[in-house]
């Protein structure tokens, strides 16, 4: 016969643990946590490449037309008119073309304003041209001259037209002169009729020094300009004429005395007034 259970005995010590069974599956996800704060900008990124070009867009409307500007100035002197020029390059020729041709006495060919220029010595030298140029009621004379002297009678022409046909006393003039006494510049004109004006500039110009002289009849208005300024101008006196078959002279007016003593170039005459403008492109030296 089975006896009764005895009583339980106490524990024993703990055993050692066992090894690490193996992981268990996955569970399943877990709610969306909250959001975190921003973080801070990360630096920019490297520019990207230029994308192509755009196809044109439509052609806009066409603009107002804009006012018609002001005309330019001519850079030149026109030729209108022109019957003489000389730059004396050796020679007295024209260099207009027009074949009005000097004959030389006593002429030194030196260094000139432009180039080569004359030297006239005062006691016998001249140019002398004809009676093939004709000055009407509107013309223009001028030139380069130097000098240093201050003439003492007669007043020295540097240009001159003299109609000794009709008088060889007081012939119809028209000159460019130097002054006596004052080396001033003077443009003189007398008519047929003894009729004669004088202008003249205020200053002397016996410095050594070249200067332009021009000196323009536009009908009874005489105007002198000295270095492309005007000087002096009257036109207190109406004049009748006279000047045809008046000889042409570079030098003197008379021909046979009354010298000029000094340099001359660039001598040009024409038939028509020239503005104060074309007077100065004519100082340039290169005029047409």
């Known amino acids: 016969v089975q006896g009764n259970t005895g009583p339980q005995g106490t524990t024993g010590p703990v055993g050692n643990t066992g090894p690490t069974g193996p992981t268990g599956a996955q569970g399943s996800q877990g709610p969306i946590g909250l ?3 921003t973080g801070a900008t990360g630096l ?4 990207g490449s230029i994308g192509p070009t755009g196809s044109p867009g439509p052609t806009g409307p066409q603009g107002i037309v804009g006012p018609t500007g002001s005309s330019g100035t001519a850079n030149f002197v026109s030729k ?3 019957l003489a020029e000389y730059k004396f390059i050796g020679h007295s020729f024209d260099d207009s073309g027009n074949g009005i041709q000097g004959t030389d006495n006593a002429i030194s060919y030196v260094q000139g304003k432009f180039g ?3 030297f006239l010595n ?3 030298s001249k140019i002398e041209f004809g009676t093939a140029i004709t000055p009407g009621s509107t013309f223009t004379e001028a030139c380069w001259f130097k000098t240093t002297q201050i003439p003492t009678s007669s007043n020295p022409a540097l240009i001159s037209f003299r109609n000794f046909s009709i008088s060889s006393f007081a012939p119809p ?3 460019i002169s130097i002054l006596d006494g004052t080396g001033q510049v003077g443009f003189f004109v007398r008519d047929g009729n003894l009729t004669a004006n004088l202008v003249a500039s205020p200053l002397s110009y016996n410095d050594g020094i070249w200067h332009h002289v021009a000196a323009v009849k536009n009908g009874d208005l005489l105007t002198l300009y000295i270095d492309g ?3 002096a101008s009257s036109s207190s006196i ?3 004429g006279g000047w045809s078959n008046s000889t042409f002279r570079i030098g003197t007016w008379s021909g046979v005395d009354e010298y000029f003593n000094g340099y001359e170039d660039e001598v040009l005459i024409f038939n028509r007034a020239l503005s104060v403008s074309e007077i100065n492109l004519l100082m340039t030296g290169a005029y047409f």
């Not at 920019?44 to 520019?47: A, D, F, K, L, Y």
């Open 116 to 118: 080569s220029g004359v």
């Open 122 to 124: 005062g006691t016998s």
């Open 44 to 47: 920019q990124g490297s520019q």
């Open 80 to 82: 209108d008119g022109l």
């Open 35 to 37: 959001t975190g704060p």
């Open 173 to 175: 003039a028209v000159d």
């Open 229 to 231: 300024v005007q000087v």
């Open 238 to 240: 109406h004049f009748s």
